[in-house]
């Protein structure tokens, strides 16, 4: 577990890991052969959810383990370790991306 000097909660080492993952889809070409595998990772990792797998819910589960450790407002990262901090601001931007993906959608299209 790895936990934050002035919170209870700590996030443990699976959902670290699958933050990793979220960071590394976010950082890749959304249409190469590296995100399908990501992507193809995190999914089996999210096989027990009840959720349709898609990368939305991807960025659902995301907001959940954030919301968990009390990471969701981006301000409450300064106390993590550095490596720490960038993986859980790179999965909480994937998270806000897929959020509002058909906003950002429709506002493209109406173009």
Known sequence: ???RE????????SEIDF??????????????GERDEVDRE???RMSGSTELLTTK????VTQEIL??????????????SP????ISTDAALFAVFHKFMDEFDDFIQGQ
């Open 83 to 86: 490596n720490l901090r960038q």
């Open 19 to 32: 933050l990793r993952l979220v960071s590394t889809a976010a950082l890749a070409n959304p249409f190469g």
């Open 6 to 13: 002035n919170d209870a909660v700590a996030l443990s080492d």
């Open 57 to 60: 819910s991807i960025g659902t």
């Open 67 to 80: 919301a968990k450790a009390g990471l969701s407002n981006f301000r409450k990262t300064s106390d993590l």
């Open 42 to 44: 995190l999914f089996a």
């Open 1 to 3: 577990m790895v936990s």
